[in-house]
């Protein structure tokens, strides 16, 4: 079973950067693709993007891109989301979640992480 | 982007009810639809993926159907665990959209 480890909580003030970590346990890492997804506060979710850990290819939506980057660490079996320009706005849950191309598909995230609230605040 | 509306947006059932969600594509995606479901303060949880292909693990009294724009979200017989929000999300082209949710209570 893929299990997906997310640091809790943070503050951050805005126009800052956060960089938010997810551990991938239980699977084959560059057999994943690791998507990002965030759901603010009484909302749905927003896909942001993904990385393939095993090329470090990444796709994003069109919304993000010019502020986020995802990474993948093989070494650790880790994946970063890094988020820049931080507003009000973007305080939510962010969720990293693994799709599997050989069995849900690669791009239905099955596992997910249990989510970092990210709180804008100064 | 590909849009997605899910009707009812809310839905009152009861226990044993057979409930019904609907969503609807804004263009054709074949069958690149899946559907979760989520509770408070927890991350969604994945039923349904390819339109109609049950996730392991998930229970039977749930099943997907429909392609190109139309599909359904069906609970054959309401369970107490399953008062939720239910979305779909969409996987055929990127970016990767949900619906809006449909929210079944009590």
């Known amino acids: 079973e893929v299990q997906l480890v997310q640091p809790g909580a943070e503050v951050k003030k805005p126009g800052a950067t956060i960089k938010i970590s997810c551990r991938v346990s239980?699977?084959?890492?560059?057999?994943?693709?690791i998507h990002w997804v965030r759901q603010a506060p009484g909302k749905g979710p927003e896909w942001m993007g993904l990385?393939?850990?095993?090329?470090?290819?990444?796709i994003y939506t069109e919304n993000f891109q010019d502020r986020v980057t995802i990474t993948a660490d093989t070494s650790t079996d880790t994946a970063y989301m890094e988020v820049s320009g931080l507003t009000y706005d973007d305080t939510a849950v962010y969720y990293c979640?693994?799709?599997?191309?050989?069995?849900?598909?690669?791009?239905?995230?099955?596992?997910w992480g249990q989510g970092t609230l990210v709180i804008v605040s100064s | 982007a590909i849009q997605l509306t899910q009707s009812p947006s809310s839905l009152s059932a009861s226990v044993g009810d057979r409930v019904t969600i609907t969503c609807r594509a804004s263009q054709g995606i074949s069958s690149g639809l899946a559907w979760y479901q989520q509770k408070p303060g927890k991350a969604p949880n994945l039923l349904i993926y390819?339109?109609?292909n049950l996730e392991s693990g998930v229970s039977s009294r749930f099943s997907g159907s429909g392609s190109g724009t139309d599909f359904t979200l069906t609970i054959s017989s309401l369970q107490p665990e399953d008062f939720a929000t239910y979305y779909c999300q969409q996987f055929y082209s990127f970016p990767v959209t949900f619906g809006p949710g449909t929210k079944v209570d009590i």
């Open positions: 990385v393939d850990p095993e090329d470090g290819e990444t």
């Open positions: 979640a693994s799709g599997s191309c050989t069995t849900s598909g690669c791009y239905t995230p099955a596992d």
């Open positions: 390819e339109a109609s």
């Open positions: 239980g699977y084959t890492f560059t057999d994943l693709y």
